[in-house]
């Protein structure tokens, strides 16, 4: 088995109100008062405080963007080149800056075995695995692999990695790095999908520490993985290139698919393990959204205090793609290590993605 010894969040520099984006985002996607109205009511009602964006541009008058033309009509407008050169500069430096913090206490970044780095916001080659690995003199032969393109859930597949790695070398020590920058591809259009992508999506950064399970070291026991893919709902949640960006597909009927797959894919997953839902004390999800969390509480008849870090997280953070389940099982770690009284401690976690695609891990404290 393997243990999670470690968790660290980074975020960009630029903090920005739910408020404040909406009447942005109001200035582009909509030509009256009655849209506008709208528009502020799903702000409103999206579950959702405060985002981070590695740009300013989401809360500054226009003639101080700096990454969007100081127009009205936002022309020219930002093409594929200009937004991965925005990724290639700031990704590394927040990337080696949030695995720093995560290797404080634990670990010498010389004893680093494995990198795995995640994302599906940016990509090039020679790519962020390079990036970090040059910034912060890690051995040049150290075994790297990188996971891309897979989105929200990618996170919990790296973790698969990781297990994998560690059972197959209990002397492994491997890092993982997921890093979204999610507002580099703000579109324009006023579709469903780019209006309900710029009210939930937004960017950071989490790095995880997994090495073999040492008895005298606590964390998260990483103990069982299980997947599953609704291809009915293959259309209703996508991620695709195009010359102005990365385009998301996210279809108001994902709420409903997860909610009645859901107890199905749970059950299935318990199964695996040799659990029952009863053994599962505290169920790590991933905030796709306000109307997924409510969708999962529904179709397991759980009350919402249950997913109250996932509902903490989606507040603060927005859906940040790969690192917003670690935020959560961040949540769990630090409650764990400052409330430790004993007993039993088993956590299931979730997250969805293109496909559409539900990926679980089943885990322990000790």
């Not at 150290?142 to 996170?155: K, L």
């Not at 790095?177 to 780019?194: G, M």
Request: glycine share 8%; aromatic share 10%.
């Amino acid at each position: 088995m393997s243990k999670i010894i470690s968790i660290a969040t980074g975020l960009p520099a630029f903090r920005h109100e739910q408020k404040v984006i909406a009447e942005f985002a109001a200035g582009i996607y909509s030509h009256s008062d009655e849209e506008k109205r709208k528009l502020k009511f799903l702000y409103t009602h999206s579950g959702v405080t405060t985002r981070y964006s590695v740009m300013p541009d989401y809360s500054v008058p226009m003639e101080e963007r700096q990454f969007y033309p100081a127009t009205e009509n936002m022309e020219p407008f930002p093409g594929l080149e200009q937004r991965m050169e925005w990724y290639a500069r700031h990704a590394a430096p927040l990337a080696t800056d949030t695995i720093s913090r995560c290797l404080e206490g634990h670990l010498l970044k010389e004893q680093i075995t494995h990198l795995v780095t995640v994302s599906c916001t940016g990509m090039s080659a020679p790519g962020l695995d390079l990036e970090i690995m040059e910034k912060m003199g890690l051995p040049r032969n150290i075994f790297r692999t990188s996971v891309n393109f897979m989105g929200c859930y990618a996170a919990i597949h790296a973790l698969k990695i990781a297990d994998s790695i560690c059972k197959a070398d209990p002397s492994a020590r491997v890092v993982i790095v997921c890093l979204e920058f999610c507002t580099l591809h703000f579109q324009k259009e006023p579709s469903t999908d780019n209006i309900t992508s710029t009210l939930l999506f937004a960017d950071g950064c989490a790095a995880v520490l997994v090495q073999g399970d040492d008895s005298t070291t606590k964390g998260i026991r990483l103990k069982k993985f299980f997947s599953d893919v609704a291809f009915k709902g293959k259309g209703d949640m996508s991620w695709s290139l195009s010359s102005t960006g990365f385009l998301m597909t996210l279809s108001g009927y994902v709420p409903d698919l997860v909610e009645e797959d859901f107890e199905a894919l749970v059950g299935k997953a318990l199964a695996n393990a040799g659990l029952r839902k009863s053994d599962i004390q505290h169920w790590c999800i991933h905030p796709g959204g306000k109307k997924i969390l409510e969708a999962i509480s529904k179709s397991l008849s759980l009350p919402a205090s249950t997913l109250a870090h996932s509902y903490e997280v989606l507040n603060e953070y927005g859906n940040m793609s790969s690192p917003t389940i670690l935020f959560v099982l961040q949540k769990f770690l630090q409650q764990f290590r400052k409330d430790d009284e004993g007993g039993e401690k088993n956590i299931f976690g979730a997250a969805f993605g293109p496909g559409l695609t539900m990926e679980t891990f089943i885990a322990g404290y000790d």
